[in-house]
């Protein structure tokens, strides 16, 4: 891996310096005005699809996005001679939060719904980025190959309970940005506005609800999702859920969405547990363990969320504006449960 040479394809000088963010891919900064990204081929199987898949949802994204730019030879990738191909973005001044102040929970909701109702407009298909990407069932088998006795046996032990109450979801009606976190927005310098929608590398088809699920499971937890600590900040999702019901608009699977948050947090955790098991080569670890206290807080949060379902869907209702007692217009029925 050499950013030097990568950088020189796109006539870019200056410094370059590692930006330590992410599990995945490789990024730096290129002389403070570019993005220079090495994309994971081992996770990403056709990582031109990633590039191809940005354009097509780039027009109706309009200015919620940073599109990647052509390389010297007019190219929208370079590939250097391991075969690891590498991307360039435009740097964006702006700020980037793994835990958001509290100001910033509605702005963060109301982009991405924002993006969600623009990506709702596209009636085509996307490639496949990662082959069952958000398939529950995928995951579970993947553990099941996977396990073993020892460390995780009480994790085991809970993931074989909760499954037996799942159901896989087969809804996908619309194009998602498939991994809705906090840390994937950029906010303006010097103001509370979210301004950009970045890592486009999991656009897929699927329900706005697994989207909002993750958000809502994003802004509970901290840092690298290591704490054991993360808990459900009924303020905090009050704000998010209004943001992005105002700028997506109102829905009709009120229960569909609040229980989208265990759902998400229950599948990470299953993700990083199977990652344990397999050596930590999905997500990476700086120390034996690391994805297994992940896990832990995960399945933590998904036990919070599994006890609140009603109470969000009171919050969801009440940001739309609806009420839940008896008076009120019933709720459709869900068509679905994830669990």
Known sequence: MNPEVAARQWNLDGDIERIATGRINATFLVGGTHVLQRINGDIFPDPRALLRNAEKIAAVAGKLIVRHLPSKHGEPCWSDQDGEVWRVYPHVPSRNFDTLPDALLNPVGTIFGDLLSRLRALDGELETSIPGFHDIQTYLNYLDATRSSGDADAELE?????????????????IIHGDCKVNNVLFDPTTDKAIKVVDLDTLMRGSASWDFGDLIR?????????????????????AVSRGFLSAYGPVSDVEEYAAAPAHMSFMLGTRFLTDHFDGDRYFGATRRGENLERARAQFALTRQFDRSVERLCEILAHAMG??????????????????
């Open 158 to 174: 809970y993931v074989d309970l909760r499954r037996q109450r799942l159901v896989v979801s087969e809804e996908k009606s619309q």
């Open 218 to 238: 994003s802004i509970s937890v901290g840092p690298e999702e290591l704490t054991p600590d993360g808990h459900i900040n009924i303020a905090g999702v009050e």
């Open 322 to 339: 609806q009420r839940l007692d008896g008076a009120a217009k019933p709720l459709r029925k869900v068509r679905f449960r994830f669990w």
